[in-house]
């Protein structure tokens, strides 16, 4: 039962986020280390739940290094969202071969 | 309700759609090894499409975290969308009813945000259904045969499969950091104050979801102060 009370609560703070300014509050923010604030979010929240957690994400560090690695890469390059996932999950099984 | 538009928005969503599947899958998987049942995870989904603030929320779910941690964890790491929310209000168009703004809102991601901002015209209600309802489609269906096919598979596929959703941060990331050094500078930060609350026994006390928030919260902040963001970004 409490999973489900997560689920609420994690649906509930999500969809008042979205539906808010769409709705009642239209006015654009105006503060501009608010503004720089929000813009940095995402890249830093991002990292911080990839480091160190991808890691141990797999079977053993090495083949996780190697995934990281392929993501870094690729991403470097500009490849999409799902070509840089699917060539992480790549480097990982294939080094795990070699293990 | 006009056909022509739904269809354009069909069409538009059908690459997130895919994407949102193969990535959501991953996020099944993660949520099964952590002990949600399969109708757990698709409702998790579901409900929530988005992909970094479901993660984090899985760590305190599997942590067992407290219920304001979770309301925390969920308002710092999506308060971007609200940011996202308010640029889209400003190019619905004008006949797109308070109801209708109570269904957009709901998937209102980031690929569904910058497709529908890349539109070339106002946006219309028809055109925003039909724009997110494969995605929502793909995103729960992909969580759902993950979370079931997670058990089931052998452990080296299981092991491949649990980066995907890693690498798609890497992949949001990255080309952002290498366009801004700001960027670069307060992603490294944050990194590096992950990696120090999770190596130093000191801080072994800080549950994920308290160190999320804290890294989160620093870096910006830092970023903000030392390189704020001119207007119209």
Known sequence: MKVYMYIAVMALVTYLIRVIPLTVFHERIENRYLRSF?????????TAMTFPAILYATGNLKSAL?????????????????????????????????? | MKKKEIQQGLRDGIPIALGYFSVSFSFGIMAAGGGLSVFQAALTSLTNMTSAGQFAGLQIIIA??????????????NLRYALMSLS?????????????????????TDEIF?????????????????????????????????????NLLPASINNALSVALYGMFIAVVV???????PVLFAAVLSALLSCLFYYVPAFSGLSAGVSIIICTVAASAAGAVLWPVEEDT
């Open chain 2, 64 to 77: 067992g975290g407290a219920f304001l941690e979770m309301a925390l964890t969920q308002l710092i790491i």
């Open chain 1, 66 to 99: 190697a995934g990281v690695a392929a993501a870094v890469v690729l991403a470097f390059y500009k490849k999409s969202l799902v070509t840089v996932a699917a060539a992480a999950c790549l480097a990982v099984f294939v080094t795990e071969l070699f293990l």
């Open chain 1, 38 to 46: 929000l813009y940095y979010v995402p890249y830093t929240c991002l």
């Open chain 2, 88 to 108: 889209l209000s400003q190019k619905l168009s004008r006949n797109v009813t308070m109801g209708q703004r109570l269904v957009i809102a709901f998937a209102n």
């Open chain 2, 114 to 150: 910058a497709v529908a901002m890349s539109h070339g015209k106002e946006l219309s209600f028809s055109y925003m259904a039909g724009l997110q309802v494969l995605p929502v489609l793909g995103w729960t269906l992909g969580t759902a045969c993950g979370a079931a096919a997670g």
């Open chain 2, 175 to 181: 080309p952002a950091a290498r366009k801004a050094k």
